[in-house]
C-alpha cells in the first residue's frame, strides 16, 4: 500500500455492501456514465453484465500525482484500450487454472444467477482465446484461482517496473486491499 495505489474507477452497477462512493468506486447513473465516456474523459472503459465500468484519465493523473505506481485491475478490453495510449504500462493476465476451477468459484460464491454463471464463463473463454492470440499485449500470463496465489510472482514483476523495498507480506496485505479476489 505504500508503493502502490488504485485509481478510483467508474461504474454503473449499484454498490456492494461496504463499499463506498468515491472510495470504492464513483457509482454513477449510466446516462452520465455515457456522457462522461462520449466527452473522452476515460483512458479505459468497457460494459460487463450490462453495467459500465471505466478509469478516467484523472483518476490516473491523481494516483501519478501521489508518486505511487498505479495497479488496476481491468478486463482484456480495458488492456487493449490503455495499450494504445502513450502509457508505461506491464500487464499481468491472472488466468483461471481451468474452466471447471473458474465455474467453481462463480458457483461457490452463491450471488450468481446461474444465466450470469454462463455469460461469465462464455467471457472467459472468449478472453482466453484474445489472450492467446498474437496480438495480446500481456507481457505475463499466471494462472491462478486468485490474485493472491500468485502475489510472490507480482512482486518480482513490480520490481521491474519500479524499484521497491517491498516483503511478500505487504505485497499480499496491498493485493488483498486492491480486491483481487473478485471476478
Known sequence: PEDFARPVSHTTRAPSPGEVHGVDYFFVPMERMRTLIGRGLFAEHTEVDGQLYGTSHAALKKVAR????????VNVDGAAQLSKTNLEIKFVFVAPKSPAALELKLRARGSETEASVRKKLRRSRTEMVVLQGESADFEHVRYADDAME?????????????????????????LSQLGTSSG
Open 66 to 73: 501521489s508518486g505511487l505506481s498505479c495497479a488496476l485491475f
Open 150 to 174: 500468485v502475489a510472490d510472482e507480482l512482486l518480482a514483476l513490480a520490481a521491474d517496473v519500479r524499484p521497491l523495498t517491498l516483503s511478500p507480506v505487504r505485497v499480499k496485505a496491498g
